[in-house]
C-alpha cells in the first residue's frame, strides 16, 4: 500500500493454506522459473464491458482498465511491465515468469471514485488487492486514481513491486516492513528520500521502534504507522546496501524458516545488538545519500 499520510494495509483474501517458504538448505534453488527479459512492451487495447463502459488496454503481465485516456492507460501498462521486470531481476536475479490471469489495473478518474468503488479513504492514492487460494497466488489486482500527479512515477512502481513480491512468497510469509521497504525503493529518489528524512524526526520524538520488534511483528502497529513504515523503509535500505538485493531475499526466506536471530547471523554475521549499531550508525549519518535503492 502506498503511504500518502495515512497507510492502510494492502487487502489479502485467503481461500487456503499456505505452503512452506525455501529454507537454509534449499536457498540457492531457482525461485521461478524464468523467461527470456520483456524486450519491448507491447499494448494491446480493447473494449470491455466489465462493471460498465471500462476500456482495457493488455500486455504480457498486465490488463490495465480505465474510461477515458487510451494514452494514459498506454503510458501505465508500460511503466507496470518495466516496473514488474526491473523488480524480477533486482531482488530475485530472474525474468518475469508468466501471470496467468494477469494483474488488473484499475484506473479511477478522481479520489471521489476511487473511494466509491473500493471502500478505500480517498487520501490513499492506491492499493493492491490478492487472492490465495491452497497458498498459491491466484489473482492480483491494482487501484490507482488519476488526479495524484505521482501515480506513473511513484504510486504504480509502489504497488507493481507488491504484486511481484506477492507471487514470490508464500501467503504468510513476506513480513509486511519487508513488502512496505522493498516496495518503497521502487519509487523516485527523492520519495525515498523523503522516507528516509523521516526517521530523523520519529528519533527526536522518541517515537522509533526496536528492530528486533519491527521485524517480528506480523501486523502493522495500532499506533505509529507512519514511523513503522519509515522506518522500515530505512531498514532495508540498509540491508540492501551491505549485501545486496538477492542475499536480502534469501535472508527473508530463511528468517521465516529459522527465526530472525539466526538468519541475520547467516547472511550478515549480526546479531540484533550489531544490526540496531549498523542501522542507527546509517540512518543518521546517511546524510542525502539512497544506499540500497539502486
Known amino acids: 500500500m502506498y503511504l500518502n499520510w495515512l497507510l492502510t494495509a494492502s487487502v489479502i483474501l485467503a481461500l487456503g493454506n499456505s505452503t512452506r517458504p525455501d529454507s537454509l538448505a534449499n536457498r540457492n534453488q531457482p525461485l521461478v522459473s524464468a523467461r527470456p527479459p520483456v524486450a519491448n512492451v507491447v499494448v494491446e487495447h480493447r473494449n470491455t464491458h466489465l462493471h ?25 501498462a508500460e511503466t507496470a511491465e518495466r516496473t514488474c521486470a526491473t523488480t524480477f531481476q533486482k531482488w530475485f536475479g530472474e525474468a518475469c515468469y508468466q501471470w496467468r490471469p494477469r494483474c488488473d489495473v484499475y484506473l479511477h478518474a478522481t479520489a471521489a471514485d476511487y473511494a466509491l468503488a473500493t471502500g478505500v479513504p480517498d487520501t490513499v492514492p492506491g492499493h493492491s488487492t490478492f487472492r490465495f487460494d491452497g497458498g498459491r497466488l491466484v489473482g492480483r489486482r491494482i487501484d490507482l486514481h488519476c488526479d495524484v500527479p505521482s501515480m506513473v512515477s511513484a504510486v504504480l512502481p509502489h504497488e507493481v513491486t507488491h504484486a511481484v513480491l506477492h507471487g514470490m512468497f508464500a501467503e504468510q510469509s513476506l513480513p509486511r516492513w519487508a513488502n512496505e521497504g522493498v516496495a518503497a525503493l521502487a519509487e523516485p529518489p527523492e520519495q525515498i528520500h523523503s522516507h528516509l528524512q523521516q526517521v530523523e524526526r520519529f528519533r527526536q520524538a522518541g517515537m522509533l521502534f526496536a528492530l528486533q520488534t519491527l521485524m517480528e511483528s506480523k501486523t502493522y502497529p495500532r499506533r505509529g504507522v507512519a514511523v513503522y513504515y519509515a522506518q522500515s523503509v530505512s531498514l532495508v535500505d540498509l540491508l540492501t546496501a551491505s549485501r545486496g538485493p538477492k542475499t536480502f531475499i534469501r535472508f527473508l526466506r530463511d528468517a521465516d ?38
Open 52 to 76: 460498465g463502459e471500462w476500456k482495457e488496454a493488455c500486455t504480457d503481465h498486465f490488463r490495465v482498465f480505465h474510461k477515458d485516456s487510451r494514452e494514459l492507460a498506454g503510458k501505465v
Open 257 to 294: 524458516a529459522v527465526g530472525y536471530e539466526i538468519a541475520l547471523l547467516h547472511h550478515y554475521r549480526w546479531t540484533f545488538a550489531d544490526l540496531e549499531r549498523q542501522w542507527t550508525a546509517s540512518a543518521f549519518a546517511r546524510g542525502d545519500q539512497v544506499s540500497g535503492s539502486q
